[in-house]
């Protein structure tokens, strides 16, 4: 029999209640009261040490940063020049051990004049102009303490006192190792950890040796800047400590001191050993109460509990003669109430078991809605599963009482009406309806609605089930428009396609099949593939109907055969038959494809013909082609000679400009040695002077003739030079023509590094900005150059006439590039018209009056550049001129 524990509670929770929770009550109290006390005399005792320390800290601190502030002072006052800086630095560093270096730094942070502890290990002068790290110049700062950094000289870690003034800084590196001997003098035992960190957790000292990294995360550091004491417990690292944070008032550090939480309440910790000695009496003396209280109390009346269980079970026992009448009351009342409990508990569990099983079969599928839908005039929607509020996009509670013509497309009564049917027919009616969503989305839906009898027979309401037929829909329409663009398609092609089933037997034919075999669909569908397609090899003549209809999973075959039509009679085809198989691999019919080419057959006959004749033909072009090749090369030979002949009239009239100054200046000192001999002027100093005037205009005279002997040097072979030398010696021959006509000219030179810009003069003396040279012919470039910059020229002087304006502008830009070289030639004397800007490169086409122009310069110049260099040479308009961009290749 299962024993009843009730009064065995009841009497645990009673001795609780009143003895066992008052005594812990008073525990509890003395040991709060105890941790507070102990917890007040930790942050006492934190708190003194670190506030000692921190002022010793700031005591070391503060002299050495006014220090710092009078030279600072003496610094603004008498510059950074100033020859008793050096002496200040030096005692400085005497005076406070603590300084490893003194820098004095401009307004960019570089290092003017500083003194160090290490001066002797390093020469002075290469520290001077250098950055100092960590010190910001851009925006104005104020007086501040860098944090902790590695010492350029000593490898030490030091912190930075900065001192701002007007024109730069002056900064004292400051040893952080009198900092870790004061914490390490201040640790009691091993379980202290004092530790000076920056504002970011940089650590800058400890007392713990060769301390590194960051306490960002440390708990101690939320509490930074806080100015009431306070201890707080955390857990840190592998185990629980007890600390408090200080703020270092110089510098703005923060100084934390910890201890492990064990070494901090060790007085607490043997209390709680006292109090749990006594706790441990107590409970042992707590049991033996229970015990005696259970000997004497609860087993007797837990007995009479049994007894009572035993009665309500029906169970009769031998009762003294004082206690029948007591028991038997008692035993009918439990047989009464114990037997009306059990009925109860019999019958709701029946009908829990009944409607769970309903509604588990109700809510058993989601693809599928179900809807219960009520019979009033008006019916609205009494329960729905767990598939309606899925499909409908609905909970629950939204589609209880919702008519279910708000579920229909248009509010619809297409739903009541299938009720109303239901009802007349006692039976169930489906129809394809369009339903909406909950977010508006309209969905086909497969509904059928059954009547739902009552147990009295009549109808109680409906039930609607309704599947989205969504993705069927879309995969019929998918279908019907795949098996549509089939038909077309295979009505379109020219090849004729006959498919047939496993069997033989014909189940497609398009209709280019119908023409190439002269039979119509519909009288040979169904026929066997055999009777139909009767073909023969081209070559041989043998027939190929059983090898083209025997085939295997993995069989495509092409042959060039003979097929015998009801109308064309024998044609030839290439026909290709293939085995159509399903996903598992097995041959579920075949595909036979032909294509006639019996006019091809006819074609390739006549072409072979036309070839031999061909090749007679070909044999007697060759000489003549050889003939008109070698005509073509000697015209181009002869062009290129004019080309010459003009560049060099070009030439002449460049240096026709050249000499028109130096004779007319040689002509006024002839004409002056007579009016010098007349007034007695002539004597050796002024001859000499004569014959030095006149002997640096002939010398002068004699360049421009080697500059026209050289310009068409080395026409026949190619050199390696520097492309902008070359350019600058061209645009030398006509700079006197820019003169005189006021056109101003730039010649402008850059690559990745570089650039440099001449105006309006050429140098005497220019170095190439880069060692690049490419293998040309200079003298045809300088032909091309001197071409573009005569038909600049005029470009302007045309323009000048026509518009009355005064510009004359041509610029030169030469751009060494990655790989290649370009070179840029603009001119603002106006744009080349688009209908001439396609043909200015064709032969003997000018836009100069008859007589100027030959139209053979542009055509040449291309020739040269992109037949005799591999360049490019392309013209475009600019918005008030014309650009030619010349582009060459680097040599490989």
């Known amino acids: ?31 709060l009261s105890s941790y507070d006390s102990q917890d007040e005399n930790v942050k006492n005792r934190l708190n003194i040490v670190a506030s000692s320390l921190n002022d010793r800290i700031n005591d070391r601190l503060d002299n050495p940063y006014r220090f710092l502030e009078t030279i600072a002072e003496v610094t603004e006052k008498y510059g950074q020049k100033n020859e008793h800086l050096d002496t200040m630095l030096s005692s400085g560093i005497k ?25 002797k290990s390093y020469d002075r002068d ?67 950890v004092i530790t000076l960190a920056a504002a970011d957790g940089t650590i800058i000292a400890s007392s713990v040796k060769n301390m590194a990294g960051s306490l960002s995360k440390h708990p101690l550091m939320s509490l930074a800047g806080s100015y009431e004491p306070v201890v707080l417990n955390y857990h840190f690292g592998k185990e629980e400590r007890v600390g408090t944070i200080k ?70 026992l031998e009762f003294k003669d004082s206690e029948k009448g007591v028991f038997k009351e008692l035993r009918t009342l439990y047989d009464s109430f114990e037997k009306m409990m059990i009925t109860i508990d019999r019958r709701e569990k029946e009908l829990r078991d009944k409607e769970e099983y309903l509604r588990s079969v109700f809510d058993s599928t989601t693809t599928t809605g179900i809807l219960i839908i009520s019979t009033d005039s008006e019916p609205i929607i009494m329960d729905a599963n767990v598939g309606a509020q899925i499909i409908f996009g609905y909970k629950l509670s939204e589609l209880l009482g919702l008519p279910p013509a708000g579920l229909i497309k248009a509010l619809g009564d297409e739903l009541s009406d299938m009720c109303m049917e239901s009802r007349r027919t006692d039976a169930m009616v489906t129809k394809q309806l369009e339903m909406v969503k909950k977010n508006g989305m309209v969905f086909p839906v497969l509904c059928s609605v059954y009547p739902l009898f009552g147990s009295n027979g009549n109808i109680m309401g409906f039930i609607c089930v309704c599947i989205d037929i969504t993705e069927i829909t879309r995969v019929q329409n998918e279908l019907e428009s795949e098996k549509e663009r089939l038909d077309v398609t295979l009505r379109s092609i020219g090849e004729g396609v006959v498919a047939a089933d496993r069997f033989g037997r014909i189940t497609l ?9 002269g039979q119509k669909y519909r009288f040979i569908l169904g026929h066997n593939i055999n009777e139909v397609i009767q073909v023969y090899d081209y070559e041989t003549g ?25 109308d064309a009679g024998v044609i030839t085809v290439f026909i290709t038959s293939s085995a159509m198989t399903n996903n598992k691999g097995e041959i579920i019919g075949s595909v036979y494809v032909f294509r006639d080419i019996t006019d091809r057959m006819k074609m390739e006959q006549e072409l072979i013909n036309r070839k031999k004749m061909l090749e007679d033909v070909n044999r007697s072009l060759e000489k003549r082609v050889q003939i008109e090749t070698e005509k073509r090369r000697k015209n181009e030979q002869m062009l290129f000679e004019q080309a010459k002949f003009a560049a060099m009239g070009q030439m002449i009239s460049a240096i026709a400009h050249q000499w028109r100054q130096p004779l007319n200046a040689l002509a006024l000192y002839v004409q002056d040695i007579e009016d010098a001999h007349e007034m007695g002027e002539v004597d050796r100093q002024y001859l000499m002077n004569f014959a030095s005037n006149a002997m640096r205009l002939i010398d002068h005279m004699s360049a421009t003739i080697d500059d026209f002997r050289n310009f068409f040097h080395s026409a026949n072979s190619t050199e390696k030079v520097d492309v902008a030398a070359v350019i600058l010696e061209s645009l030398s021959l006509v700079t006197t023509q820019f003169r005189s006509q006021m056109i101003n000219y730039k010649v402008i030179i850059r690559d990745n590094e570089s650039e440099v810009i001449f105006e309006n003069k050429i140098p005497e003396d220019y170095k190439p900005i880069n060692d690049i040279e490419l293998t040309i012919f200079p003298s045809e470039l300088k032909q091309v150059l001197l071409n573009i910059y005569q038909n600049a020229k005029d470009a302007i002087i045309d323009y000048r006439k026509n518009t009355g304006e005064k510009i004359g502008n041509i610029i030169t830009t030469v751009v060494y590039k990655t790989d290649r070289l370009k070179i840029d030639i603009e001119n603002d004397g106006g744009n080349i018209p688009e209908e001439t800007l396609g043909r200015i490169f064709d032969p003997y086409f000018t836009t100069k009056p008859e007589g100027e122009g030959t139209g053979i310069g542009l055509y040449m110049s291309k020739i040269i550049i992109e037949d005799h260099m591999d360049g490019l040479l392309v013209a475009q308009n600019t918005g008030y001129g014309a650009l030619f961009s010349i582009t060459l290749t680097y040599d490989n």
């Open 126 to 192: 290469d520290f001077i102009g250098i950055p100092l790290p960590d010190i910001s110049y851009k925006t104005g700062m104020e007086n501040k303490w860098s944090r902790a950094v590695t010492s350029p000289l000593s490898n030490n870690m030091v912190v930075r006192a900065v001192v701002e003034f007007d024109g730069g800084y002056v900064v004292g590196d400051i040893s952080t190792g009198f900092i870790s001997e004061l914490l390490s003098e201040a640790v009691q035992d091993s379980s202290t």
């Open 509 to 517: 034919v398009n209709s280019s099949a119908e023409n190439i075999l």
């Open 247 to 316: 703020t270092v008032r110089t510098p703005g550090w923060f100084l934390l001191y910890e201890q492990s939480a064990s070494s901090a309440y060790v007085y607490f910790t043997q209390i709680l050993l006292m109090n749990v000695g006594s706790a441990v009496v107590l409970v042992g003396f707590s049991i033996f109460v229970l015990f005696f209280i259970r000997a004497k109390v609860i087993v007797p009346m837990r007995l009479l509990t049994e007894r009572s269980e035993m009665i309500a079970q029906g169970t009769f």
């Open 1 to 31: 029999m299962k024993k009843n524990p009730a009064l065995s509670r009841m009497f645990v929770v009673s001795f609780l209640l009143f003895l066992m929770l008052p005594l812990a009550a008073v525990l509890t109290v003395f040991l």
């Open 95 to 119: 005076s406070f051990k603590i300084f490893e270096a003194i820098y004095v730094l401009d307004d960019k942070a570089r290092i003017s004049l500083f003194d160090s502890s290490y001066y």
């Open 542 to 566: 043998k027939s190929l109907t059983e090898k083209i209809t025997d085939l295997s999973p993995k069989s495509n075959r092409t042959y060039r055969a003979n097929m015998v039509t009801k």
